[in-house]
């Protein structure tokens, strides 16, 4: 008998802002389990998924409401068909920007698929609501140190919401902090200030009353034990316990990401892992490159991406 190879892998998943009308309609032309999946997702939430992932409006797709639980159906199916083509593949990590870990939770099996697109509606609605209560919105910011950040947070009034590669970082908060925040960014050297088409300010204080009705709706959902570890945003460390991992997920929706501390993490857990980005668009693949040149990843957004990327494993 030769010896079985196992091919590691570490699975990554989008958050908000992969959405785009089209996501996922090749996975349900051409697979029937993809398709199955669609039709339990429109069943678990009462309103056609698959219609809005495949056709729009963009308008629509933006709400956070259906945004989250439509990314993550359009990340499940990927992930599910990179099952399929490589079964030998053994994750040995997973993790998920935002509302992506959810995602990597599900895969690392802490809920059903079902349970996880309830969830992610529901956090969608309160972050929605929170926002039109609320106004403010967030400031991606490029080229400036951590000290140089707290700083222009504490004189603006913003908060650092993701940490997303050692050169980006996005800041959150208030809509009128806005344009002191850029200009005092522009004062210090940064290179770049983008102000992200988000409806608020996420992962913000501005969100905690979002965070303290999950808090409220995650006390009837069950956790179980991870499959594999599943790296928190708000440690960049592995979950703990089901009970832990409740926790965590509520104080991430105010918290800040700490992706580059996620992403470092499982690269001197798992050195042989190959990064499996599942879902719509490249934006972790490519925030990888800023963090890990080094890391091996590939990306399935796509049918079309399905084969080289098994392939790469």
């Known amino acids: 008998m030769g010896e079985v190879i196992v091919s590691e892998c570490a699975l990554l998943f989008p958050g908000q802002g992969a959405q785009a009308p089209g996501m996922g309609r090749d996975f349900a032309e051409q697979s029937p389990e993809a398709r199955a999946l669609f039709d339990r997702a429109g069943a678990a939430l009462g309103w056609d998924l698959a219609r809005l992932c495949f056709d729009g409006p963009a308008e629509e797709l933006t709400r956070s409401d259906r945004a989250q639980p439509a990314i993550f159906a359009v990340s499940v199916v990927c992930l599910e068909a990179l099952r399929r083509a490589r079964p030998d593949a053994r994750p040995v990590a997973a993790a998920g920007l935002s509302s992506g870990e959810w995602a990597a939770l599900y895969a690392a099996g802490a809920l059903s698929f079902e349970e996880t697109l309830r969830v992610l509606e529901a956090r969608g609605r309160f972050m929605q609501e929170a926002c039109e209560a609320r106004p403010g919105g967030m400031l991606s910011v490029i080229g400036l140190d951590r000290a140089a950040l707290d700083r222009i947070c504490a004189a603006s009034g913003l908060e650092i919401a993701n940490l997303n590669s050692p050169e980006q970082t996005v800041l959150s908060g208030p809509r009128e902090a806005l344009d002191p925040a850029e200009r005092m960014a522009a004062e210090a050297g940064a290179r770049l200030c983008v102000r992200l088409k988000v409806a608020g300010a996420f992962h913000s204080s501005l969100m905690q009353p979002a965070a303290d009705r999950l808090r409220a709706f995650l006390a009837g959902v069950e956790f179980r034990p991870l499959a594999f570890p599943v790296y928190s945003n708000v440690t960049g460390a592995p ?75």
């Open 239 to 313: 979950h703990g316990t089901p009970d832990e991992i409740r926790e965590a997920m509520i104080r991430q929706v105010a918290g800040s990401v700490r992706w580059v501390d996620c992403v470092t993490a499982i690269r001197q857990a798992a050195p042989a892992a190959r990064f499996m980005e599942c879902g719509p668009g490249r934006v972790l693949s490519g925030l990888m490159r800023k963090i890990d040149k080094s890391a091996p990843i590939a990306n399935i957004a796509a049918l079309s991406d399905l084969k080289r990327a098994a392939d790469t494993l």
